[in-house]
């Protein structure tokens, strides 16, 4: 399959596409390492459990602590397995939208807005339904996205990958500093701090992951539509327009999935950062740049990648925990980096 | 023969203009330290009357404001003054020398460097006072100098080394917010303390170390003040006008870290004072002479009210770092109306 290998600017040889035989092989792969992984995240914690117990407990059984456990243990692998989709998802839109490498809902300040957007919503309009906490979260996630966007694009040169992620560091440190003022005085809810500024999906339950499904839903079926369209705004603004595309409609719609998938994960999981970046990239190296596989692709990988980071931080620190979101940061960041230092400066 | 000299003495009447505005200016945000200082010292709780704050301070014994001045509020006032300093001086190289009023120690790492070595020797390490800024220190100078060294390819670009900054800032928050998960709550209080960034319970001993750092640090950077404003011009102008680029930059990143560091040490990150101090300084100053000074002062200025804000005028307390954090957002806001009028990178 060479027809589809171009030589990059930087010397290197790169996929742009592949043939649809081996991307059907990968997309087969993908969904086996979920299964193992689902499998995995059942199984493995702070008490490993056999395959009867987890039988047994699917069937309703809670009268040992394994079988306990693994009831606990079933929704959280739930939440996992979307809230990873979900950001994988998000992520590749977010880069393909802004046309930057660089882009993802942690580093671009969308969850911390969310976040923010949630502290408020609790600690001085006294919400408390989940319902609100996931409209609210949405509201703050899309708010963080516009706000982003003008600062980074602002000024000479348009939105460039440096200037969105400054805009979207700094962003992120003035809302964490603003849900700890929200907080702080506030002894009620100051022991939940620290869950809204690192994410993880330890508290899941049924009853919010069936509150914040339809959310994630419809944020699916508009992000996978807009394969096409992205692939046209991957052409430049002026190609796209000139083939037809209403570019500025495009990327409103798109935003808008990418901001209902992230709005609703941070409402539910707290901000889980560098997942949205990492995923895309490795995704790319699998399929090419067509959207319309990337998309789908990134949405296993990030469920994937979130399932494996939650498993790794339950084993790593026995018999403690740690969250999924340190565990995926200390992951992304380094790859983040990598990315940064594979760049050429004038690209970036 | 006249026409040459007149515009010499046109040019001279000019800088000598400049130079005294700088002056000017440099004065104003000294009285405005003083004055903020003043206020800080005599009003609180209670109010004492300048009279009485004068002879605390010139060592006298006064009943009851010898504590509440000199054993409560000097020592406050002391410490966010010199932290004040630190962070606007600190702040304001990076942007300078980075060419972007977004890179500021807050968003390139330096700060969590400093905050996850102070969370990890008071958790982890049980250590408490002196040792832990001093790990602080060392801590913030070797991210900066990770940093610098994963961002070099073909030498340091500023552009590489933001980017990088963020990254590795990213991770060490999550170290930070792991070791504050697994913390045992009396250690709680204190490793907040040194995420929010508050001069509560500060006393006079630890301000000396401030000032010694605020003197070398300093020193270093305003004795190369020149070559850092020529930074500002690019990399390729600063070279051809004489100055030694990387050289220069290596000096400037470990001077202002140093200052930062040590700044967080004794106050914790007190959050968007160094990013603030630099524009503001700038809005200031525009095009009369350097930035550095009246960027050091602003900070200390800023300190002082964000401290007293937070002490008396809101309904519940804050500590420092939580107003100055507040303010960063509305910052934001002004850049883009100000970017996008002015058009700058």
Not at chain 1, 16 to 24: A, I, P, Q
Not at chain 1, 53 to 66: C, E, F, K, L, P
Not at chain 1, 209 to 237: E, H, T
Request: with cysteine; net charge positive; proline share 4%.
């Amino acid at each position: 399959m060479t027809a589809g290998i171009i030589k990059t600017s930087d010397g290197r040889w790169s996929p742009v596409s592949r043939s649809n035989r081996m991307r059907s092989l990968w997309l087969a792969a993908l969904f086996a390492l979920v299964i193992v992984l689902l499998a995995a995240s059942v199984t493995v914690g702070t008490r490993n459990v056999g395959w009867d117990d987890v039988a047994a407990a699917m069937g309703g059984a809670q009268n040992n602590i394994d079988r306990a456990s693994v009831a606990l243990r079933i929704p959280r692998t739930v939440l996992a397995l979307l809230a990873g989709g979900a950001l994988g998802l998000a992520g590749a839109i977010m880069q393909g939208v802004t046309r930057n490498p660089l882009a993802d809902p942690g580093i671009l300040g969308v969850n911390m807005g969310a976040s923010l957007a949630v502290v408020v919503g609790v600690a001085w309009f006294g919400m408390s339904s989940l319902y609100a906490y996931i409209w609210v979260a949405i509201l703050g996630a899309g708010c963080a996205a516009i706000f982003v966007y003008a600062i980074g694009s602002l000024g000479r040169g348009g939105a460039t990958p440096l200037k969105m992620a400054l805009a979207g560091a700094a962003t992120s440190v003035t809302f964490a500093s603003m849900v700890i003022a929200v907080v702080l005085p506030r002894g009620d809810i100051a022991g939940g701090i620290h869950s809204w500024q690192i994410g993880g999906v330890g508290g899941a339950t049924y009853e919010r992951i069936l509150r914040v499904l339809p959310f994630l839903l419809v944020g699916f079926v508009i992000s996978l539509l807009s394969a096409r369209k992205l692939n046209s705004l991957a052409l430049g603004d002026e190609l796209a327009t000139g083939l037809g595309e209403s570019v500025a409609t495009a990327r409103a719609v798109a935003s808008l999935g990418a901001i209902l998938l992230c709005g609703a994960t941070t409402a539910i999981c707290g901000p889980i950062g560098f997942l949205g970046l990492v995923v895309p990239h490795l995704c790319r190296l699998l399929v090419g740049v067509d959207h319309r596989w990337l998309l789908p692709f990134s949405t296993l990988a990030g469920a994937c990648l979130l399932l494996a980071a939650d498993v790794l931080g339950r084993i790593v620190a026995r018999p403690a925990e740690i969250d999924v979101g340190i565990v995926t940061a200390m992951i992304g960041a380094p790859f983040f980096i990598w990315i940064v230092r594979r760049q050429r400066v004038r690209d970036l | 023969m006249t026409a040459p000299s007149s515009t010499l003495a046109v040019v001279i009447a000019h800088r000598r203009k400049r130079a005294r505005r700088h002056h000017a200016i440099i004065a104003t945000l000294l009285t405005l330290v003083a004055v903020t200082f003043g206020v800080t010292l005599s009003i609180g709780q209670s109010i004492t009357p300048p009279s009485d704050v004068l002879r605390v301070l010139l060592g006298e014994p006064v009943p009851g404001a010898s504590f509440t001045v000199g054993q409560l509020r000097l020592p406050r006032a002391v410490l966010s003054i010199l932290a004040g300093l630190c962070f606007g001086l600190g702040g304001v190289a990076f942007q300078v020398m980075l060419r972007n009023p977004l890179a500021s120690p807050d968003t390139i790492g330096i700060t969590s460097g400093a905050g996850a070595a102070a969370v990890f020797a008071i958790v982890v390490l049980s250590m408490t006072g002196p040792m832990v800024s001093v790990i602080a220190v060392v801590a913030g100078l070797g991210v900066a100098l990770l940093v610098y060294a994963l961002s070099f390819r073909n030498g340091v670009a500023g552009t590489r080394l933001i980017l990088v900054g963020i990254g590795v800032s990213a991770m060490l928050q999550s170290v930070i917010a792991y070791i504050l998960q697994s913390a045992p709550a009396w250690n709680l209080q204190e490793a907040m303390r040194w995420l929010t960034g508050s001069v509560n319970g500060a006393q006079l001993g630890q301000a000396l170390p401030l000032l010694l750092a605020l003197i070398f640090f300093g020193g270093l950077l305003l004795v190369r003040g020149r070559d850092l404003e020529t930074l500002r011009l690019g990399d390729d102008t600063a070279a051809a006008l004489g100055t030694r680029v990387s050289n220069t930059r290596m000096l400037v990143i470990v001077a202002a870290v140093g200052l930062i560091a040590s700044a967080t040490a004794a106050s914790g990150p007190i959050a968007f004072v160094a990013f603030l101090s630099g524009p503001i300084a700038g809005r200031i100053v525009r095009n009369d002479g350097s930035v550095l000074i009246p960027s050091a002062l602003t900070g200390a200025v800023l300190v002082l009210a964000a401290d007293y804000v937070g002490q008396h005028l809101l309904p519940s307390r804050y500590p420092v770092g939580v107003v100055t954090g507040a303010l960063g957002a509305p910052y934001l806001l002004y850049l883009i109306v100000r970017i996008n009028r002015i058009g700058g990178s």
